[in-house]
Structure formats: structure tokens, C-alpha cells
């Protein structure tokens, strides 16, 4: 299954949604994938979330991150990527070091300077029906990687697309458009 994988689009997709990007999959299974976008910044900062909740935060750095576009479905619904923190529950706990929830507590928390050091803040998500991601796939549509936390939380929203392609040792330029199985 491609939990806890990094999706790069190939450069043959020139849809706007997903031309050059990034996907963390948070879910996978027969019945379907779940993922959220990690390098496409909406027009909204984390200002705009907290005020949405009225939570306050002394944290002026966090009012002025990105809230990221995490997909076309669902685009009222946020999701929080996270490191684990004791104490806190997540809505879906991936692996000792990856952490993805739902619930404004999160955000509270992280408002509030008690919450993991290092975080996303998505709104929507990537979805895909029953053997549609592993047949776009074959197609050529998608490469894959293991997640890497410091492409995840560290590398500046620009870079995480071709950071996670190198970090295969690929070449863009030298990738073929064609799908093929040998």
C-alpha cells in the first residue's frame, strides 16, 4: 500500500491542480487513497483559520504561514499534518513521527505554543476511488517515494516537488512521457 509515500506528478500533467505537485498519502487501500497536497499554498494564511475559530495566538510567525490547498474534494475541510505530541490523540496516527488530524484542538494547540514543532495546515484533500490511483500509476502519471520529514515540514514549499525527485535519483529530463510494463 503507498501509505505514508510522497505522489510527484509527472511533468507530462499539465492540469493546473496537480502540474508540479506533491501529495502525502495518508491513506490506501482496496476501496481507495486519501492525500493532501503539501506544496500548494491557498491565498489564505493560518490568520485567516484562527480567525475563522476565534483562537488567538502571541505567535506572530504562525499568522503568516501558508494554509495549503490539500486537494479539490472537500475544500472547507482542514486537515493538519503533525508531529506527534504526548499527550494528543490524532485522528490518524501514520507512524511514530507522522501525525494527521482533523480536530480544531490541534490548532489550538499549536496556537497556543503547546502543540508539535513542526506542522501543515491543509484545506480539502486528493481522493481516489477504488484501483484509480494504482491504475494512474501505470499510466505514468504518478512517481513515488517513502515521505521524508524534512521534505515534509522542512523544505521551502518550491522545492519539495523536485527535493522528492531527486531524492530518487531521477533526472526529469530524462523521463519519457510513455507508460509501459515489462
Known amino acids: ?26 491513506e490506501h487501500s482496496k476501496k481507495g487513497a486519501i492525500g493532501l497536497i503539501i506544496n500548494s499554498p491557498t491565498k489564505y494564511s493560518v490568520k485567516f483559520i484562527l480567525d475563522q475559530l476565534d483562537i488567538e495566538t502571541k505567535n506572530l510567525a504562525l499568522l503568516q504561514k501558508p494554509v495549503l490547498f490539500g486537494g479539490p474534494v472537500q ?22 513521527k507522522i501525525c494527521v488530524s482533523t480536530s480544531e484542538s490541534i490548532i489550538r494547540l499549536i496556537a497556543d505554543g503547546d502543540g508539535p514543532d513542526s506542522s501543515l495546515i491543509t484545506l480539502g ?35 519539495k516537488w523536485s527535493s522528492a525527485i531527486k531524492s530518487l535519483g531521477v ?3 530524462k523521463l519519457t512521457y510513455n507508460a509501459g510494463n515489462a
Request: charged share 20%.
Open 125 to 159: 484533500y486528493a481522493g481516489w476511488g477504488a484501483n484509480q490511483l494504482d491504475e494512474e500509476i501505470r499510466q505514468n502519471i504518478w512517481l513515488t517515494c517513502a515521505a521524508n520529514e524534512k521534505i515534509l515540514y522542512d523544505t521551502p514549499l518550491k522545492e
Open 1 to 26: 500500500m503507498l501509505e505514508n509515500q510522497f505522489l510527484m506528478s509527472m511533468p507530462s500533467i499539465q492540469n493546473d491542480l496537480f502540474s508540479k505537485t506533491i501529495v502525502y498519502v495518508c
Open 75 to 96: 475544500q472547507d475541510r482542514g486537515f493538519v499534518i503533525h508531529k506527534p505530541i504526548d499527550g494528543f490523540n490524532a485522528n490518524l496516527d501514520i507512524n511514530k
Open 171 to 173: 533526472d526529469m529530463s
